[in-house]
């Protein structure tokens, strides 16, 4: 955007989503399994935005392998805001969601929903469920 062009002009372009791909791998190649790790977004949601922009979602299958995430959190959706680095609307953001949860399940994770809750109540919440799963 600082070199003139819209948002649709950036996630038009089919080099967007695999280069956000390459940072995710950088990032995912230099964490330690041993520490515990929070991701926002993780290489398999890329599945999901390959989809979305009509790229093949099978090139990057292999890497989803690559490595094993303890567990996978979806935090339900608040209300739908538009801001100035979204490009997609109400409906597309639902699909997102419900695409992000079938593909996890479908790479054999246990996808686990964070109701809308305080910030506070989502954290105890999602601790609560690592404390059950023995991970913390």
């Known amino acids: 955007m600082g070199k003139g062009r819209t948002l649709d002009e950036i996630f038009e372009d089919a080099t967007t989503e ?3 791909e390459d940072i995710q791998l950088r990032i995912e190649h ?3 399994a041993i520490d515990i790790v929070f991701l926002d977004r993780a290489l398999p949601d890329s599945l999901t ?3 979305l922009a009509g790229l093949n979602p099978n090139e990057l299958l292999a890497d989803c392998f690559h490595y094993r995430y ?3 959190f979806v ?3 608040l209300p739908f805001q538009q801001n100035g680095a979204r490009i997609e609307d109400d ?3 639902g699909l997102l969601d419900e695409w992000l949860a079938r593909d996890y399940s479908a790479l054999g994770y246990n996808v686990v ?3 809308i809750l305080s910030i506070k109540d989502r954290l105890a919440f999602i601790l609560e469920m690592l404390s059950q799963q023995g991970l913390i």
């Open 30 to 32: 230099g964490l330690r």
């Open 75 to 77: 935090l339900d959706r």
């Open 113 to 115: 929903r964070v109701p």
């Open 18 to 20: 695999p280069g956000i």
């Open 49 to 51: 935005f390959r989809q």
């Open 91 to 93: 409906a597309i953001a």
């Open 70 to 72: 303890a567990s996978i």
